[in-house]
């Protein structure tokens, strides 16, 4: 199984896995970035007080009604689950990259010792 450092080391440079460490390490910033990206997920089409209502944001609403596809064909019940299926699934992976993202450690440099104990 790979752990979150293995798979930074196939496709971060060490600079790039320095500053996500750093990223990481400032929960605030962390968590409001987090939030953010998934609330575009979350929050589409939801009505708010106050604030005017999109319902043409809702992705979900968006492959149901009309239920046509921009060629004109009618989508089926099967289509339309297969969609609602893969946009969880992309949901759950993003999550997931938060996740180990929030995993990620610097590995600690160990300085070897300089003075000779048996002296």
């Given amino acids: ?4 450092q293995d798979m930074s080391a196939e496709i971060l440079t ?3 896995r320095d500053k996500v460490a750093q990223f990481c390490s400032d929960q605030m ?5 987090k939030k953010y ?5 979350y929050r589409q089409g939801v009505i708010e007080k106050g604030v005017e209502f999109k319902g043409t944001v809702n992705y979900a609403l968006n492959l149901a009604g009309p ?9 089926s019940d099967e289509e ?14 993003v999550e997931s990259g938060f996740k180990e993202m929030a ?9 070897a010792e300089t003075i000779n104990p048996s002296e």
Avoid: H, W
Wanted: hydrophobic fraction near 45%; charge should be negative; include cysteine.
């Fill in 14 to 16: 060490e600079i790039e």
């Fill in 103 to 111: 995993e990620m450690k610097k590995p600690e440099v160990v300085e």
């Fill in 67 to 75: 239920c046509i596809d921009p060629r004109g064909i009618p989508r």
């Fill in 29 to 33: 910033l962390f968590q409001a970035v």
């Fill in 37 to 41: 990206v998934l609330a575009v997920v």
């Fill in 80 to 93: 339309l689950g297969q969609n609602l299926r893969a946009l969880t699934y992309a949901t759950s992976l």
């Fill in 1 to 4: 199984m790979n752990t979150p």
